[in-house]
């Protein structure tokens, strides 16, 4: 079994053409595994570990601290690397210090806080427009009509995850409908959609065959069509993903990129705006939509102070074009 899978594992980087025995043995040769050898280290010699990288630590009792308290040790490794010179050594680049770092971990722990509150608010706002839109028009249990979506699997796949989650939720207001209701065997829409994740929620709007309605929930987010709602609720389900793990946000590449150059209604930013993959992006739409939502929300001012407070965060890393604010997305 394991040698199966050493001939597939190489079998697409070594020609096809050498005879079976030469493909193996280059193969071979080419899949070597290294087994870990690393030890864990206690504070003192972690911190040890690093000062011979080249990391300057001011104060190394606090250092030992925030190790023991704040962050973990691996955790606040992605942090280090844009100070080091050499990624594979992990040697540092001159005047790197220990506390820059934690500050970095500071300012991405609260750019999560202040993005997580955006999202939970969108996530409420599309659960609430479709359970009334597609309610009006399908019936209280329109999610459960295969033929009302456009791929069968995708939709079983979310009535399997659906039913998952109603059978693990301590919701009252389901347990008492399923101790009162035997048919049919899930909740109506307005019960089912409270307590479905934001994931499923995404996978049954974007496959829903319905166009029109779809485009009439996207007007109420003041966009000209439901294909760019469809991107931003995709890209958005990513970011939850991340921000439900705990991981870096500021400076990652993300996979999906949100639709960011067609022409909006309510302010907005002018296309191009660097590399669509960067968090930038993502905090655009974010901020299109609550402008929709809560009109008065503070997303920009939070988001402007919590750089004023981090100037050594590099905003370039996270997609920021020059002048950012003066978009009149952010004015």
């Known amino acids: 079994m394991f040698f199966s899978k050493l001939l ?4 697409v980087t070594v020609p096809t053409t050498l005879p079976i025995e030469q493909r193996t043995r280059v193969g071979l040769l080419l899949f070597i595994r290294m087994r870990y ?21 001011r104060n190394e009792t606090k250092a030992i601290e925030c190790l023991k308290v704040v962050i973990s040790y691996f955790r606040l490794d992605n942090y280090f690397h844009p100070m080091e010179s050499d990624k594979i050594r992990h040697i540092f680049k001159p ?30 706002a599309l659960r609430s427009k479709m359970i009334h839109h597609i309610s009006l028009r399908y019936g209280a ?28 939720t301590r919701e009252e207001f389901i347990i008492e409908h399923a101790a009162k209701y035997s ?19 995404s996978k049954l709007f974007c496959n829903f065959s319905d166009n029109p309605i779809k485009k009439r929930i996207a007007r109420e987010f003041n966009l000209p069509q439901h294909l760019v709602l469809e991107s931003w609720i995709k890209s958005a389900v990513v970011l939850r993903n991340y921000l439900a793990h705990h991981s870096r946000v500021w400076n990652r590449k993300y996979p999906i990129k949100p639709n960011m150059t067609t022409p909006l209604r309510g302010n907005w930013v002018t296309p191009p705006v660097g590399n669509y993959d960067k ?32 100037p050594n965060v590099d905003v370039v890393a996270m ?3 020059r002048n950012w604010q003066d978009e009149p997305l952010w004015r």
């Not at 050898?37 to 630590?57: A, Q, T, V």
């Not at 249990?141 to 059978?167: P, Y």
């Not at 009109?295 to 919590?306: G, H, M, S, V």
């Open 8 to 11: 597939c594992t190489f079998a």
């Open 279 to 310: 968090l930038y992006s993502q905090l655009c739409y974010l901020q299109y939509l609550l402008n929709v939502i809560r009109p008065n929300n503070d997303f920009t001012r939070k988001l402007i102070a919590l750089l004023s407070g981090h």
């Open 319 to 321: 997609g920021f074009p």
């Open 183 to 201: 048919e049919p065997d899930v909740p109506p829409v307005w019960k089912t959609l409270e307590v479905t994740s934001f994931g499923t929620l």
């Open 141 to 168: 249990f329109w999610f459960t009509n295969a033929s009302l979506f456009r791929d069968a699997n995708i939709h079983r796949k979310c009535m399997e995850q659906i039913r998952l989650e109603l059978g693990r």
């Open 37 to 57: 050898s690393k030890h864990p280290l206690d504070y003192p010699e972690i911190l040890k570990l690093l000062k011979s990288r080249g990391l300057i630590i």
């Open 95 to 124: 005047n790197s210090y220990f506390e820059n770092a934690v500050d970095l971990y500071e300012f991405d722990r609260d750019l999560r806080e202040l993005i997580f509150t955006a999202i939970q608010a969108i996530e409420i």
